[in-house]
């Protein structure tokens, strides 16, 4: 099967910027829904953003005009550029894909293993 894979976590000072990428594990040839949730210590998962293979795109308004998610359709890579990050956005970062279609078959709800943001005030 495939897995989504994310990197970009890191540890920074409030008001700072993180960028996020998440690829697919192996090739695959589409993929619907794309984006991005997170889940703090203590909290339930939470969506953040996500966006649509025509580029529509939601966000969780916690994070409008501070986050903005991208994705190339071409490497079904998507990527969440995190600016003025604030300690309240520490959490687990997890990618996720509604749907993916590739040489193992059919997946739906496909998440990320996740990566750690840790904004520190």
């Known amino acids: 099967q495939v897995q989504l894979v994310e990197s970009g976590g890191d540890l920074v000072q409030a008001g700072g910027s993180l960028r996020l990428s998440c690829v697919p594990s192996?090739?695959?040839?589409?993929?619907?829904?794309m984006g991005w949730y997170r889940q703090a210590p203590g909290k339930q998962r939470e969506l953040v953003a996500i966006?649509?293979?025509?580029?529509?795109?939601e966000y969780a308004e916690r994070v409008k005009g501070r986050f903005s998610i991208s994705r190339d359709n071409v490497k079904h890579m998507v990527s969440l550029q995190m600016n003025s990050l604030k300690p309240e956005d520490t959490a687990v970062y997890y990618c996720?894909?509604?749907?993916?279609?590739?040489?193992?078959?059919?997946?739906?709800?496909?998440w990320g293993q996740g990566t750690q943001v840790t904004v520190s005030s």
């Open positions: 966006i649509g293979r025509d580029g529509y795109t």
């Open positions: 996720y894909a509604e749907s993916l279609a590739s040489n193992w078959g059919a997946q739906r709800d496909v």
């Open positions: 192996r090739n695959i040839f589409s993929a619907s829904n």
